[in-house]
């Protein structure tokens, strides 16, 4: 089972020359987790692709001078869509998670060993 990735269309990621570029690590981290959940069953491809362009959509509603684009961001709200819909996640656990790490000083994205 592989993901369908559109080529076009609002929920094509981007490319150049034809290969998927990220700007930053956490969103090649975002991609593969998102297909690879996908390949273990978790959800189906239409489902994300559809919570996808729901976000893209939401995004494309908010006034311009009020927003700033990244694709991979609607890429991982997506994904926390369609696996706290299943019941994989909890959305609380999810805002929870994101707070802690965004607390870290920038390049400390991953836990301490202590």
Request: aromatic share 10%; no cysteine.
């Amino acid at each position: 089972m592989s993901a369908p990735l559109d080529v076009d269309g609002p929920a094509a990621p981007p490319r150049a020359n034809g290969e998927l570029v990220f700007s930053e690590p956490w969103e090649s981290r975002a991609f593969g987790m998102a297909v690879s959940l996908h390949q273990a069953g978790l959800f189906t491809w239409p489902r994300f692709r559809s919570a996808l362009i729901a976000h893209i959509a939401a995004w494309e509603a908010v006034p311009a001078e009020d927003k700033q684009w990244s694709y991979y961001q609607h890429w991982l709200a997506a994904l926390e869509d369609v696996l706290a819909d299943s019941g994989t996640v909890h959305a609380d656990a999810v805002t929870t998670r994101a707070h802690t790490l965004a607390q870290r000083p920038s390049g400390h994205d991953h836990p301490h060993a202590h």
